[in-house]
């Protein structure tokens, strides 16, 4: 079944791509099934080796030389055959959307950090930071449901991720709580829920279910969550702000909020895949200019899904009553 865009959610999308030709390519590749990529997982087994192991069934890439962890099947698969395989099953790859691998690449964790993952399930880029801290140092894991902490202790445990904590709490209140004991954080990865427009490939539903009241319904909510988080980075910290939505409200917009209410600079990207820089204004509202150092991510430049990443740092400490409006 084909499913087709929402006329709202359509004038939407032809507003953020102006161009006909541009938004007709957008509109032809999400109809079309996504790559299938993985992503070595380097506590377990080197990139070398799983690659190795892989070519002697699949036709595997190494499509970014940069991060030789990235790996694309060039090939049909059978269903359930990625993830049936027993490199699979041993946790020596982790099947994961090329886009979703960018929020930890732009965090750049280092080993003996102490990092956050503030809205970690299913795993997918907590099993990445641990990836990258090579088991050194601190990993907090967060999540909110039962069922989602499920899964992502079993994903932390099947990728021998040894270095972290999983925490069940919301978001505000597990960053209220650490602020009030001083607890501060190097990297802190916001990877907040989201209206899910990037995910028109491999979730197809999403055009059914998006509706612009839960757009500003999640908007509101991804400031409150950036807010308590930034009280949670250490001078000089990095939070990395991600969502697999395309609407400036819920990415632009909470930038901008940070950058009007507390003490932070917006860095530049650098990232494998094609980033068009991030709007300084939508509708009525106008963004800080910091916010085109923010990367959107689309479909059509990259074969891929939608993304947006931006990389936050603090410049000073936030005192609790802090209220001012940064110009």
Same mark, same amino acid.
């Given at each position: ?30 109809? %079309? ?10 506590? &377990? ?8 192991? +892989? ?14 962890? #990235? ?6 698969? !059978? ?26 690449? /732009? ?6 950090? *102490? ?5 970690? $399930?299913?795993?997918?880029?907590? %099993? ?11 990993? #907090?894991?967060?999540? +909110? &449901?039962?069922?989602?902490? /499920?899964?992502?202790?079993?994903? #932390?445990?099947?990728?021998? /991720?040894?270095?972290?904590?999983? @925490? &069940? ?30 995910? +028109? ?23 409150? *969550? ?16 991600? %969502?697999? %939505? ?11 909020? /940070? ?13 494998? !895949? ?12 106008? *963004?800080?200019?910091?916010? $085109?150092? @923010? ?14 990443? $931006? ?17």
């Amino acid at each position: 079944m084909k499913y087709e865009m929402k006329p709202v959610f359509e004038d939407k999308m032809k507003k953020l791509l102006p161009s006909l030709q541009d938004f007709e390519a957008f509109n032809k590749i999400i109809h %079309t099934q996504p790559k299938n990529f993985i992503r070595c997982n380097t506590l &377990k087994i080197s990139s070398d080796e799983l690659l190795l192991r +892989l070519q002697k069934k699949w036709k595997v890439t190494q499509p970014y030389p940069d991060h030789p962890e #990235i790996m694309l099947i060039e090939q049909d698969l !059978l269903p359930g055959e990625l993830g049936n395989s027993i490199e699979h099953v041993l946790g020596y790859y982790y099947v994961q959307e090329i886009c979703s691998m960018m929020s930890v690449i /732009a965090l750049d964790p280092k080993p003996g950090e *102490f990092v956050l993952d503030l809205c970690a $399930s299913p795993g997918s880029k907590t %099993t990445q930071i641990a990836s990258k801290m090579e088991n050194s140092g601190t990993l #907090i894991a967060n999540d +909110l &449901k039962m069922d989602r902490i /499920a899964i992502l202790a079993a994903n #932390i445990e099947k990728a021998g /991720a040894s270095n972290c904590i999983i @925490t &069940k709490q919301d978001a505000i209140g597990l960053c209220s709580n650490l602020s009030k004991s001083n607890f501060k954080f190097d990297k802190i990865l916001l990877d907040a829920p989201c209206s899910g427009e990037g995910t +028109l490939r491999s979730s197809p539903k999403t055009f059914l279910m998006w509706n612009p009241k839960m757009v500003d319904k999640l908007s509101r909510q991804q400031r409150k *969550f950036m807010a308590f988080a930034l009280k949670c980075l250490k001078v000089g910290g990095t939070l990395v702000y991600s %969502t697999c %939505t395309h609407s400036p409200e819920e990415n632009e917009l909470v930038v901008d909020f /940070a950058l009007r209410n507390f003490p932070v600079k917006v860095e530049q990207i650098n990232l494998p !895949l094609k980033c068009r820089p991030g709007l300084t204004s939508w509708k009525e509202d106008v *963004f800080d200019s910091q916010v $085109s150092k @923010t990367c959107r991510i689309y479909p059509q430049d990259n074969d891929s899904e939608g993304f947006f990443v $931006s990389k936050i740092t603090l410049l000073e400490e936030i005192k609790d009553d802090f209220r001012g409006e940064r110009k």
